[in-house]
């Protein structure tokens, strides 16, 4: 197994293992309060991210054994197999950790031909290449990596400020790419665009059609975030920093990422 499926591999596992935490969670809160609203919308939440995950380890592939697995996690079956009724939501998480077990289980054990096999059938983790500047597309593709894994062990404010510091880097790129004179013409500031703030370079991205609206959904506390004296120092954000902040910030980098290649 080359260094780069070894890497590969490894960003599944860790993926799969925070989910796998989360799940485990989820089942001892709900064992105390089935009926907690706020605990039933994480619950749907973690089905959605083992979804995606699923789907990315199948291939997208709705006859994978994966993908067979995570739907069934969802039905009741008679004695015959015949599928009754919608499972509990504590016996669907149950089921998805199995799954989820099988699935960290094959790729901890699999041996180097069936690594380059197994990995062929799963997209690569997501890459940058609409991104202009080659250098930063390696730097940007281990960034999400980071704050992807910061979601999952619930370091909130690492995860927002990672999602933010790619959001800008990204935009800047398709910022500079068209061109300060174009720019300029479409109601930017007459000055380098590395002295713009995190805002103006959102606005002037959006006024030049390089990204729609998805950015007003940014929280406050994402749209200050290199104003913060703890980021400029390269430490974490404090408490006010929340899983909602997180969650949406990672959420309007998708939506931007799809406005700056929309043939993903």
């Not at 404010?157 to 800047?172: D, K, P, Q, R």
């Not at 007003?216 to 929340?242: F, I, K, Q």
Request: with cysteine.
């Amino acid at each position: 197994m080359d260094e780069s499926q070894r890497s590969q591999v490894d960003t599944y596992l860790t993926h799969l293992n925070g989910l796998m935490r989360r799940g485990r969670e989820l089942e001892e809160a709900l064992a105390s309060d089935p009926s907690d609203a706020a605990l039933l919308t994480a619950a749907r939440r973690w089905h959605e991210d083992c979804g995606v995950t699923i789907n990315q380890l199948s291939g997208g592939s709705k006859t994978h054994w994966l993908a067979r697995s995570f739907s069934d996690a969802f039905l009741m079956r008679s004695a015959n197999g015949q599928a009754l009724e919608g499972a509990t939501h504590s016996e669907i998480i149950q089921r998805l950790l199995s799954v989820l077990k099988q699935a960290v289980s094959t790729l901890s054990q699999m041996e180097e031909g069936a690594a380059s096999s197994a990995l062929s059938a799963a997209p690569a983790p997501r890459r940058f290449e609409f991104v202009h500047n080659p250098e930063l597309r390696p730097v940007v593709e281990r960034a999400f990596t980071d704050s992807r894994r910061a979601l999952e062990q619930a370091d909130y404010s690492l995860a927002m400020l990672t999602s933010c510091g790619i959001l800008e880097a990204i935009v800047t790129d398709a910022l500079e790419h068209k061109g300060l004179t174009a720019l300029i013409e479409s109601g930017a500031p007459a000055e380098k665009i590395s002295n713009w703030s995190f805002e103006t370079r959102l606005t002037v991205a959006e006024q030049a059609g390089l990204i729609r609206g998805g950015c007003a959904r940014l929280p406050a506390v994402a749209r200050t975030y290199r104003e913060h004296p703890e980021s400029a120092a390269g430490r974490e954000m404090d408490a006010r920093v929340t899983e909602s902040d997180a969650r949406k910030a990672g959420q309007v980098l998708h939506v931007v990422m799809r406005d700056l290649d929309p043939g993903r």
